[in-house]
């Protein structure tokens, strides 16, 4: 693996522990409308990534198939669908603002079951930047440094704030502020991770990238879907979500398209 490649996929992962150290200095927990505000601004850089980043990119590499070009990135979107739906089954996790566990029953604390929620919607990302790392080490056209730089920096602006979304919470469950940070910290850890193994198995499997990517994008949805946009949506207030979503995803576009 590049150097380039290697800083690439450790960039998310500074943006998550820069937005857990927060929790340090910070008095109060993020009260609702900054929520919401974070959530959307998130929820709008994944989408635009998603798009430009991954599936236009997928297309793009498949063209030699003239107007059936899409059916690796719809087949390689439902496959992501399908993975992050099957892990929300397998994987016992309490989203931001709720009571109710999702996946099987256990009997882990809420705190564990807060940081595993999120931990699982950083897989995705992970993979993403991944795979468009992958895409450039293969000589691939369509993917440029720059792009995956865009992405890479995209995905670690958005995890600042959810760093923060993560520590401040379980600061406010009674964890001391060092555990919080950690906590905070160890939920983006799985991001180089899962980058790192997404780059190893794309380098045996070139020829499936489209599939790769967009089954990246697929995952990345599944999450925003699934889980943002009605954490940003709930209850009063759900218009400073949707501006804060348009933010993020015309600055994640505006990225891909000065970087790329």
Known sequence: MSLDALLGVTIPFIGTSAGAACVLFMKKDLGTKVQKALTGFASGVMVAASIWSLLVPAMEQSEGMGNLSFIPALTGFWLGIAFLLLLDFCIPHLHLNSEEAEGPATHLSKTTMMLLAVTLHNIPEGMAVGVVYAGYLSGSSEITLGGALALALGI?????????????????????????????????????????????????????MPYLLSFAAGAMMYVVVEELIPEMSAGEHSNIGVVMFAFGFTLMMALDVALG
């Open 156 to 208: 670690a602006i958005q995890n600042f704030p959810e760093g923060a979304i993560v520590s401040m919470p379980l600061r406010a469950e009674g964890e001391s502020k060092g555990k919080a940070f950690l906590g905070g910290v160890l939920s983006g850890a799985v991001e180089p991770i899962a980058a790192i193994l997404t780059i190893m198995a794309a380098g045996l499997i070139i020829p499936a």
